[in-house]
């Protein structure tokens, strides 16, 4: 399992949908690849703008299928956070 602390790449406002892109490439990737589950620790992030969420997860659910989501887990979300995860979340299982 692979536990990834986005604070320490993002800040408290995760806004940055390159550092997004960077973090999904270079770690999340790899470790779907090799089968591990992931948790992406939103502590200490006060809020995310959904091209950041969008950015991080998206490619991986068109890519991966909706059954990704079961080896993600998102932990210490606010509920701002959680209601952006979800909104992307649901726009890419409809678009699917």
Same mark, same amino acid.
């Given at each position: 399992?692979?536990h990834?602390k986005l ?9 940055n949908?390159? $550092?997004?892109r +960077? ?5 999340l990737?790899p470790? &779907? =690849? /090799? ?12 809020s995310a703008?959904?091209s950041f969420?969008h950015? $991080?997860?998206? +490619? ?6 909706a059954?990704? &989501? =079961? /080896?993600i887990s ?7 956070t ?5 909104i ?6 409809e678009?699917e």
């Amino acid at each position: 399992m692979i536990h990834i602390k986005l604070f320490e790449s993002v800040g408290s406002f995760a806004e940055n949908k390159d $550092l997004a892109r +960077d973090i999904r490439m270079k770690r999340l990737i790899p470790a &779907l =690849d /090799k089968g591990e589950a992931i948790i992406l620790d939103f502590k200490n992030i006060d809020s995310a703008t959904q091209s950041f969420i969008h950015a $991080l997860i998206s +490619d991986l659910i068109r890519n991966y299928g909706a059954e990704v &989501l =079961d /080896k993600i887990s998102f932990k210490n979300c606010n509920e701002t956070t959680q209601k952006i995860i979800n909104i992307v979340v649901d726009y890419m299982q409809e678009s699917e």
